[in-house]
């Protein structure tokens, strides 16, 4: 699957990066990015179970390929989650099902400083898309 310009954007933006410090600068920026979910989208049923912090996320499928929104009460999974939407941005869903997201995470230095819990956070978000597209 080759990068979306947001997935390039990212890959450039936090491999310059020279620690994590600034790498956890700008992944509060990048959770600045999202659209917003509207009140009626944060609900029960856009409700991703299996993280720790609230995470909502709402899926439109166009022709083959999916967007996805996302929204979360935690910064940092902000930038998770943008981040996230950036590499799947209009993907297939064969696309979907092949991603590798610790792979993706290791490639812009975040996968040391992931915790237990956000990587699993992370991990029941893809799932969570994998099963919307299946």
Do not use: Y
């Not at 022709?63 to 989650?81: P, T």
């Not at 209009?90 to 975040?110: H, I, N, P, R, Y």
Request: proline content about 3%; some cysteine.
């Amino acid at each position: 699957m080759s990068l979306s310009p947001a997935a390039q954007e990212a890959l450039d933006t936090f491999t310059a990066a020279p620690g994590w410090e600034q790498r956890a600068r700008f992944l509060m920026q990048w959770g600045e990015r999202l659209m917003p979910l509207s009140d009626d989208e944060r609900s029960d049923i856009n409700r991703v179970h299996g993280c720790e912090s609230v995470v909502w996320l709402v899926a439109d499928q166009q022709g083959s390929h999916w967007r996805f929104r996302a929204a979360s009460d935690a910064r940092l999974i902000r930038g998770l989650l943008a981040l996230l939407l950036a590499r799947i941005e209009d993907a297939s869903t064969e696309e979907l099902k092949a991603l590798d997201l610790a792979d993706w995470f290791s490639q812009l230095g975040l996968g040391r400083q992931l915790s237990p819990s956000r990587s699993n956070g992370m991990n029941a978000v893809l799932g969570r898309i994998r099963s919307m597209t299946a």
